[in-house]
């Protein structure tokens, strides 16, 4: 019988694996309990990864002027 590697996911980390989300919270989410035993996670959370703490303020996202590229 052939064997197949177990594929590897990058998820967000506060999806279930470490209270890093803004708030400090943790969010279980169904899908990722569900393919836990399928393949291997690669937690990452972008924020934390940058610098920023837990818990921390939220982000406001404003728009610029007229100056403005976005």
């Known amino acids: 019988m052939e064997t197949w ?11 279930g ?4 989300r803004y708030s400090g919270e ?3 989410d ?3 309990a569900a393919l836990k035993g ?3 996670f690669l937690p990452v959370c972008p924020e934390v990864e940058i610098g920023l703490g837990v818990p921390r ?5 404003v728009r ?3 100056g403005c590229a976005w």
Do not use: E, Y
């Open 5 to 15: 590697p177990r594929p590897r996911v990058v998820v967000s980390a506060c999806l």
């Open 17 to 20: 694996f470490a209270a890093v």
């Open 26 to 28: 943790l969010i279980p």
């Open 30 to 32: 169904r899908v990722v």
């Open 38 to 40: 399928f393949v291997d």
């Open 57 to 61: 303020p939220t982000v406001r996202l």
């Open 64 to 66: 610029g002027g007229k």
